[in-house]
């Protein structure tokens, strides 16, 4: 039987630790340069709020300026002066500069995340494949695993789009963040591990694990493909969408569910897209209600 997600989504000692650790933020603004540019503010702490849709979506970008987000980068930390992160037409553009992210101010739990990006032209002389990433759940201080956040990410690079990657970071005192995730897998010819419904449970801790299809023997090289690959033609919008439902995470991307997990620890904090390398645009980044299905 098919391990199930029911039951409570954190021990007790676990909750503790997460509400102690979590760094959630809210109701910040941020400051326009122009219409073209925009430069972030820190955010500023309040008490740990953990925010779930009700009846209506909620748009984390509202396609004209970044309220509600605010960026982080490896060097300059809550400022931009490279304008990495700045909205025209309509787009949320991130230049790929500077590794970092832009982060929801509020912390999310029990959501359907819709997220859809397409490749931008600049490299930055980068001959691997073009990447980026949805950080979910995540926790603690600001670039606590510089130049990123403890959670999962969903991976967003060509012919990896729905790997998940455990993220761990320290908290003030030194003390490595918990991140852990559970997922049913199979061996392929290269052995590694792939997502397979049914398979055996693997818990993972701090390392990559491949969606279903992942192609043994990848060239992750610029603008190759994986003979199955999901993620749109270059150009075109990739639709991904990353059902967080209690302690469990199901990415589905284009249509197709290429991945899943379950007892992930933490099961809720900020939403992230990454900064890493190449520029990436995004025309949808918003939340609806879990299907009762989900629940």
Known sequence: MPPSSRGPD???????Y?????????????????HLQSQALSPQRETPTFVSPGGEAISLFNGRNLNGLYGWLKDTQFED???VFTVSDGLLRISGEIDGYIATQKSYRNYHLVVEYKWGSQTHGSKTVRNSGILLHAVGSDGNRSPWMSSIECQIAQGCVGDFIVIRGTDENGATIPVTITSETRIASDGRTRWRKGGKPTTYSGKQFWWSLHEPGFKELIDTRGKDDVESPLGEWTRVECICAGNRITVIVNGITVNECFDVFPAAGKILLESEGFEILFRKFELHPLNPSAQ
Not at 10 to 16: I, K, L, M, P, Q
Not at 19 to 34: E, H, P, W, Y
């Open 10 to 16: 954190f021990t007790v000692a676990s909750r503790r």
């Open 81 to 83: 002066p490279r304008a």
């Open 18 to 34: 997460f509400l102690k650790t979590a760094a959630i933020t809210g109701g910040g603004v941020l400051l326009s340069k122009s």
